[in-house]
Nanobody, 113 residues
Framework: QVQVVESGGGLVQTGGSLRLSCVASGIFSFNVMGWYRQAPGKQRELVADVTSAGNTNYADSVKGRFTISRDKDKNTVYLQMNSLEPEDTAVYYC????????WGQGTQVTVSS
């Protein structure tokens, strides 16, 4: 059984930083791991992802502020979020993909102004 578990969300002031972590288990390795987010009343959107080869992809809104990294041996992906803005407030979902896409339960990130 595949499990995807996020951690690291919380409340932070504008300009602050948070680091999200996500561990996926149940499959030896995943092709792509990444993060989506969903703000109240909005559609879920891609934040960043990273392939098994180390190629990264970012939403324009987070480029230069967020950094995604991955530990392949541990099936773990991290999202370092700096210079946070109120617009980054959302539930952040981790996913891991190999033939199918597996989702975590989400972790709340709230940025106060």
């Amino acid at each position: 059984q595949v499990q995807v578990v996020e951690s690291g969300g919380g409340l932070v002031q504008t300009g602050g930083s948070l680091r999200l972590s996500c561990v996926a288990s149940g499959i030896f390795s995943f092709n792509v791991m990444g993060w989506y987010r969903q703000a109240p009343g909005k559609q879920r959107e891609l934040v960043a992802d990273v392939t098994s080869a180390g190629n990264t992809n970012y939403a324009d809104s987070v480029k230069g502020r967020f950094t995604i990294s991955r530990d392949k041996d541990k099936n773990t992906v991290y999202l370092q979020m700096n210079s946070l803005e109120p617009e980054d407030t959302a539930v952040y979902y981790c996913y891991a993909q190999r033939l199918y896409t597996y989702w975590g339960q989400g972790t709340q990130v709230t940025v106060s102004s």
